[in-house]
Every structure is written in C-alpha cells, then in structure tokens.
C-alpha cells in the first residue's frame, strides 16, 4: 500500500524540542524526484494548516510564517523519510501533524505533538 506514515510526536514543555518523522511505504523518494513533500497541522478546532515543504530535486524547503525560524523539514531520501525538527515550541503548536506530498496521497492518522507544563 502506498502511504506515510508519521511517527515521533509527543508531549514536551514549552520552549523543548521534537523531531517528527514521515515514512514512505509503498514506494520510494528516487520514484519521482520531482515530488515536493509537505508538513500540515490540524489544531482542535481548527482547519488543517500547512506548516512547511521541501522538493525532492533542489531540497528547497519553505516555512508557514508561524514556524519561520523555529521549524526545519528535511529529507532523507536514502531512508524515503521527510523530518520535521521543532524547536523552542509554543503552546499554539498543539495539534495534529500530518505528512503528505504532491500529487497526493490519502491522509494518514498523523502524530499528536503536545505542548504544555
């Protein structure tokens, strides 16, 4: 089955750090170079935000003016894995982080990120 699979959420304090991890199953990031690959979130309440992107032929990535700063998204095409590092979070960064690229695929259960004391 052709899918992403995030993992790596959490709860953390204010101003702590966590890596989230999105990985490829079903096909692999050499497929198509040309594939640009995304970060959203989904707060309670709230639509689904885009957070960041990164292509996969230059890894130019950009940010949501949100997270401009604190957020970096990575890819790792030898383990088909797109990264999310989040730093100095906020309690506004609670939500639901989903991945997915373009074209799309059908979203996954995304991964809980929590932030609080």
């Known amino acids: 089955q052709v899918q992403l699979v995030e993992s790596g959420g959490g709860l953390v304090q204010p101003g702590g750090s966590l890596t989230l991890s999105c990985t490829a199953s079903?096909?692999?990031?050499?497929?198509?170079?040309?594939?640009?690959y995304h970060w959203y979130r989904q707060a309670p309440g709230k639509e689904r935000e885009w957070v960041a992107r990164i292509s996969g032929r230059f890894g130019d990535s950009y940010y949501a003016d949100s997270v401009k700063g604190r957020f970096t998204i990575s890819r790792d095409n030898a383990k088909n894995t797109v990264y999310l590092q989040m730093n100095s979070l906020k309690a506004e960064d609670t939500a639901v982080y989903y991945c997915?690229?373009?074209?799309?695929?059908?979203w996954g259960l995304g991964t809980q990120v929590t932030v609080s004391s």
């Open positions: 997915n690229r373009d074209p799309p695929l059908v």
């Open positions: 079903g096909f692999t990031f050499t497929d198509s170079t040309m594939n640009w």
